[in-house]
Every structure is written in C-alpha cells, then in structure tokens.
C-alpha cells in the first residue's frame, strides 16, 4: 500500500516503484554484509534492538522507512544524500546500497557518538531514553558494509553548526537526528538554503513534534505521510516531501 501510495506522489509507474523493493528482497549480498555487521557489535557486547538476534533474515526485518529511503534513492537518483542522525546505521546502509546500484552519487551523515551524547547528559531521542545507547568502541554506523563506504563521508558533530559549512547542494535530506520542534526547526532551517530546486525532504518520527507539519504549513509543501508498516502499531511516523512537486502551493490542501 506504502509503495503505490508512493508511486502516485511520485507520479512514476507503480510497477517501477515495486520492481526495486523487489530487487531488495532479492538482495542477499546486502544482507550478508549486515550479517557480518551486526556479527560484529555482537562479539563487543551490543545486543539491543536488532542486535538481539545473531542475524538479520531479510529486509522487511528492518522499519518500512529503509525500504522508503531504498527506493526513493533508486527512483530519484539524487547526487547528493545529507543525512542528520546515522545511530548504528540502518538508514545509511539502505541509502548507501542505493546509491551503489545507481552507481553514481554520495552521502554526507552527521552525528555524535552515543558516548559522547552521554558525557553531555543527553539522550539521542528523549522518547526513547537510554535504550539505544552502545559502547563507545562502537562508532556511529557500525552496520554499514565495508564495502558501501566509499560513497560515505561520516561526520561526527552537530547538524546546526556542519550544514551550515556544506558548500554542496543537498538532492535528498533524510533527518533522523532530535525530532523535538525546537531543533527539527533550526536543522530544516539551516539545511533549507542547501538543497537543490527538486530536492527530496523525508522526516522521520513526525508525531513527536509538530516541525515537520509546520514546514509544509510555512513553505506550502504537500506532503506524503507513511505508516512504519509492522512499528508502533501502523502509526504514521514518516513525512516525504518533494521541492518540486507539483501540488505544493495547492490552496485546496496548503
């Protein structure tokens, strides 16, 4: 349903839309290397989340944003990814292998370690605590494949003060870092002025707060709004909007 919701928005051939989804699934090298990943955090003592499990069967596995982020990144073919928030990886494993297939474009992700998020005396996502916090042996994608990181720039650090230095414009904008209004709206501010006439903006998490909503309000953006299918109970936690889609500015909606 998420998938033909999408091709509609996207205005490309639903079948299409699919046929990458399909090619995913079908996709054991992939998951094979986040096999040997999450192998890895293993044998250092991570066994949360995901990591409870000795291997990952497949990639319906993982929250219905991945295979989003998959197939946008596969449709769209963007230049250039920016992702705010990389945690152990997940999101910029799926960017990344998209990205290898298309076999052209690169990601810039940002965040801080968890140990360092600690010794500031926060929490990565106030709503969920400490649950997600790893090991400072860890660094901050420890399940991205070796072999997809070489389209991957990591940067350790805050969003506000790094995306205002990009000196690149932005294709596709994933933020998956603080969803709190407050810092949601300072980020989507300071990335605004980088990103490209027809870029790509998906939000994760848009019911902790209401700054993904206010952005389509301020900027007249008609949005998309998905369900993490099997996460949460279907809740809709996953806004896309597009700079150039052809019903923003629509009265009858915006």
């Not at 705010?84 to 799926?94: E, H, L, P, V």
């Not at 294709?171 to 980088?194: G, N």
């Not at 998309?224 to 009265?251: A, C, F, S």
């Amino acid at each position: 349903m998420n998938l033909a919701m999408l091709a509609r928005f996207l205005g490309a051939p639903q079948q299409e839309i699919i046929s990458y989804y399909d090619e995913l699934k079908a996709d054991q090298d992939f998951i094979d290397g986040i096999n040997g990943c999450v192998a890895a955090a293993r044998s250092q003592g991570f066994t949360k989340g995901i990591f409870r499990n000795p291997e990952v069967p497949s990639v319906d596995w993982f929250a219905f944003e991945r295979v989003l982020i998959y197939v946008l990144i596969r449709h769209l073919k963007p230049q250039t990814v920016l992702e705010t928030g990389i945690y152990y990886g997940g999101n910029s494993a799926f960017a990344l292998r998209a990205l290898d297939r298309n076999e052209s474009g690169r990601m810039i992700s940002i965040d801080y370690p968890d140990s360092q998020i600690r010794q500031a005396g926060n929490a990565r996502h106030v709503l969920v605590g400490d649950s997600e916090f790893y090991d400072a042996a860890l660094r901050p994608g420890f399940i991205v494949p070796t072999n997809l990181r070489g389209r991957w720039e990591p940067i350790e650090g805050d969003s506000l003060k790094v995306i205002p230095q990009l000196d690149v414009g932005i294709d596709f904008y994933l933020h998956d870092s603080d969803h709190s209004m407050q810092f949601l709206t300072k980020e989507i501010a300071a990335a605004w002025p980088k990103l490209t006439e027809k870029a790509v903006i998906l939000v994760d998490d848009i019911d902790w707060s209401n700054a993904f909503f206010a952005l389509c309000v301020d900027k007249r953006l008609y949005p998309l709004l998905l369900t993490d299918n099997g996460k949460d109970d279907l809740r809709v936690r996953t806004g896309l909007v597009l700079r150039g889609h052809p019903r923003n500015g629509d009265p009858s909606f915006t």
